[in-house]
Nanobody, 123 residues
Framework: VQLQASGGGVVQAGASLRLSCAASRRTSSNNGMGWFRQAPGKEREFVSAINWSGSSTYYADSVKGRFTISRDKGKSTVYLQMNSLKPEDTAVYYC?????????????????WGQGTLVTVSS
């Protein structure tokens, strides 16, 4: 499975962005998908995840109420709608394809990763 993340950019605080993650194979539609992020000098951290059907989602406390994850199984694409962005959201965002069908928050539950897309939020 190859994952292609896109949609990052430079925005001001309070703005919105939508990230996309396109998978190369339809078999990824049977797996949970997730978004993680890594800020400079920090470890990669969980942001959000969605199960195989899109019926269950999971968010980090820091983004709950501001970010929304969704998936289009027909297009093998997962989205992350990010609203009310804050400077602390600045990071490289990575999408991952999970080992399981459920929404997971642990890095070890993912076995394929996209290349990352940079989100920069200025104050």
């Amino acid at each position: 499975v190859q994952l292609q993340a896109s949609g990052g950019g430079v925005v001001q605080a309070g703005a919105s962005l939508r990230l996309s993650c396109a998978a190369s194979r339809r078999t990824s539609s049977n797996n949970g998908m997730g978004w993680f992020r890594q800020a400079p000098g920090k470890e990669r951290e969980f942001v959000s995840a969605i199960n195989w059907s899109g019926s269950s989602t999971y968010y980090a406390d820091s983004v709950k109420g501001r970010f929304t994850i969704s998936r289009d199984k027909g297009k093998s694409t997962v989205y992350l709608q990010m609203n009310s962005l804050k400077p602390e959201d600045t990071a490289v965002y990575y999408c991952g394809s999970g080992r399981y069908s459920t929404a997971r928050s642990d890095l070890s539950d993912y076995d394929y990763w996209g290349q990352g897309t940079l989100v920069t939020v200025s104050s």
